[in-house]
């Protein structure tokens, strides 16, 4: 099992959020994180990025307990998305996935795979600021797999796609699910969940 | 450590490829050329001598008056005549009026300017001419005394030298107090400047979002660390070019007019005999040259590269403790109305010392000046300050050690502000 989240807890004051939460998400496997608004799917995934720390439970990586080295295992697309406005658009991406561990020519290469798969490779010199809304969603999505995680986790990755867009999107997280990625998807889009989620949380 | 480099080498790149780098770059030593050659270019063109109308009324100066290089007299029978010629005449510049005098010593001279208010430097060499004349009248008509007599009188003097006990050698304390002053002057103002560019830089990647995305990649720790340390090279980068592009820069302008610095060098030197002449203004020479050989004496009597090694080290220690506690605050505050405030507070330190200045350099090895230079906080300002007049090496390590641990403190607080305030 790549990722085991087990009786997680957690709670912002007198809050408790996430109370004794517990499931598994193997490769492959689309988990859905179903909830309403303020249910703690922000929560659960800042958990498993470690960006929070559990109050108690345990989260299991591989086996093993989640450490900051798994870290770079793991692709991760917030909710907020969050570009550098003077960086170019491919500079971006390579320096994201040298920051998850890849060298420069591995991450230039997986980079630019990337941008022409996505129809994105004329962006590549482009700075970020002059990028519209869903180009940057785009190139967010890129620096989010380029380094070819075991683990994605996506925050609401439809939002800000068109129609088109989003079915490409679409079609790609299907395509590393089937690769093997295992993926933990929070959407408020349920035409999408059901297509995608091999199975599904509740919140 | 591999991740630093990267978020290090970015920040880095970064700061140089913004055309703000490059224009501050190149026009801050374009500036410092500029306040260089000015002046010499301005004297340069003022070099056409003023035309003054003497109207002399006490019969005292008109005599003995002569022109000068700067200022050519022409003596005048009536304020009457001089108002006409300078109205007529555009080559006429001002009108020096020397009223009948009431008293034995005239007390009062108007000097009409023709555009109102009179350069400073006319208004001073006149001043200078009426004084030596009065004085040198009132010598040999009160006192009988010859005006070459009194100047070597007059010239004769002790000059008290500060030696230190053991080795002998020259103090040359006034120009330690200065080099002390400056220095620290310009600590507090380099880590004001380059700690704000880190400031900044925080302030975007919270602004931007980016925070998150970066520290599901990396401890926050290693974030603040590879912003701090590339924001300090792109800086140390900066003052390289700053020096070497502002040296050029005078190079080039020296070589492209060397008779104009030739000429403001004898220029200089002529000024200090303007009002006086013969004996006394080589006697003028002679003690003014003696105060710029002490000078540079006491310059060379400190041990600069040493001076410039640990102004590096303490720029380094306060840049990396002030940068990450701005880090830090920048994490923390949500709006740029409170960011002010709390950023005098937090620097309010280094100010505190820079205006100690003067208890410090009274007693560079006294109980406030140790104190201050053991406090991380004040350091760089403090180590600085006593640096000219010798500072023990043991005060110095000290000082080094406690700021390293103060930023190893600082950028943990850094980190965990980081993590708390931008991403949790």
Same mark, same amino acid.
């Given at each position: ?203 | ?230 924001? $300090? +090279?792109?800086? !140390?980068?900066? *003052?390289?070019?700053?020096? =070497?592009? %502002?040296?050029?820069?005078?190079? /080039? @302008? ?84 409170? $960011? +002010?405030?709390? !950023?005098?507070? *937090?620097?309010?330190?280094? =100010?505190? %010392?820079?205006?100690?200045?003067? /208890? @410090? ?64």
């Amino acid at each position: 099992m790549l990722l085991e989240v087990q009786e997680i807890s957690k709670s912002y004051g007198s809050q408790r959020v996430l109370d004794g939460l517990s499931f598994t998400a193997d490769s492959g496997e689309v988990v859905g994180i179903l909830g309403a608004n303020g249910a703690g799917k922000t929560t659960l995934l800042r958990l498993v990025t470690r960006l929070l720390v559990p109050d108690s439970g345990t989260l299991l990586f591989d086996g093993h307990p989640l450490c900051q080295d798994d870290l770079a295992q793991i692709g991760y697309l917030p909710e907020e998305r969050g570009l550098y406005r003077h960086m170019r658009a491919g500079e971006q991406v390579v320096y994201l996935a040298r920051l998850k561990g890849l060298s420069h020519r591995d991450a230039e290469a997986n980079a630019r795979q990337w941008f022409d798969r996505l129809g994105a490779a004329d962006w590549w010199s482009r700075p970020v600021s002059r990028l519209s809304k869903g180009m940057q969603q785009k190139v967010q999505f890129i620096a989010t797999v380029a380094h070819s995680p075991r683990l994605l986790i996506l925050d609401e990755p439809f939002s800000g796609f068109d129609r088109d867009n989003a079915a490409l999107l679409q079609r790609e997280i299907q395509r590393l699910s089937a690769d093997g990625t295992a993926i933990l998807l929070s959407t408020h889009n349920s035409e999408a969940a059901t297509a995608l989620c091999t199975k599904t949380v509740q919140l | 450590m591999k991740k630093i480099f990267v978020i290090i080498s970015r920040e880095y790149r970064l700061r140089l490829r913004r055309p703000a780098f490059w224009v501050l770059t190149l026009l801050v030593p374009l500036l410092l050329a500029a306040l260089y050659a000015i002046p010499v270019i301005a004297a340069h063109r003022n070099a056409e001598p003023a035309v003054v109308l003497l109207v002399d009324e006490t019969d005292l100066f008109r005599p003995s008056i002569t022109s000068t290089e700067s200022v050519t007299y022409i003596a005048m029978p009536t304020l009457d005549h001089a108002r006409q010629r300078l109205a007529d005449d555009e080559g006429v510049d001002a009108i020096l009026h020397i009223p009948q005098r009431q008293t034995t010593i005239p007390r009062d001279a108007f000097l009409y300017h023709r555009d109102g208010t009179p350069p400073p430097a006319l208004m001073r060499q006149v001043d200078n001419t009426l004084q030596v004349l009065l004085r040198n009248a009132v010598l040999e008509d009160v006192y009988q005394v010859e005006p070459s007599v009194y100047h070597s009188v007059e010239s004769t003097t002790l000059h008290l030298h500060a030696r230190d006990a053991l080795s002998g050698r020259d103090s040359f304390a006034e120009v330690k107090t200065v080099m002390a002053t400056v220095l620290a002057a310009l600590m507090v103002l380099a880590l004001i400047v380059f700690g704000i560019q880190v400031m900044r830089s925080v302030q975007e990647e919270k602004a931007t979002r980016v925070a998150e995305v970066v520290a599901s990649s990396v401890k926050p720790v290693q974030l603040m660390v590879g912003k701090v340390a590339g924001v $300090a +090279l792109a800086a !140390v980068s900066q *003052l390289v070019l700053w020096v =070497l592009l %502002t040296a050029a820069a005078i190079g /080039l @302008i020296q070589h492209a007019a060397p008779t104009l610095f030739d000429q403001a060098r004898s220029q200089q030197e002529a000024s200090l005999s303007v009002a006086t002449k013969g004996a006394e203004a080589t006697a003028q020479y002679d003690t003014a040259v003696p105060l710029v050989d002490e000078a540079l004496q006491g310059l060379t009597a400190i041990n600069l590269p040493l001076v410039a090694s640990l102004f590096a080290l303490f720029f380094l220690l306060g840049y990396l403790l002030y940068g990450s506690l701005l880090a830090a605050l920048a994490a923390r505050l949500d709006s740029d109305a409170d $960011a +002010l405030q709390w !950023v005098l507070l *937090l620097l309010s330190p280094l =100010l505190v %010392t820079l205006l100690l200045t003067p /208890l @410090i350099l009274n007693a560079p090895g006294g109980t406030l000046a140790a104190w201050l230079t053991a406090i991380p906080f004040t350091a760089p300002v403090a180590v600085l300050q006593r640096l000219p007049f010798g500072i023990g090496i043991g005060d110095v390590a000290l000082a080094a050690l406690l700021m390293a641990v103060a930023f190893g403190a600082a950028a943990l607080l850094a980190a965990r502000s980081y993590k708390r305030h931008l991403v949790g």
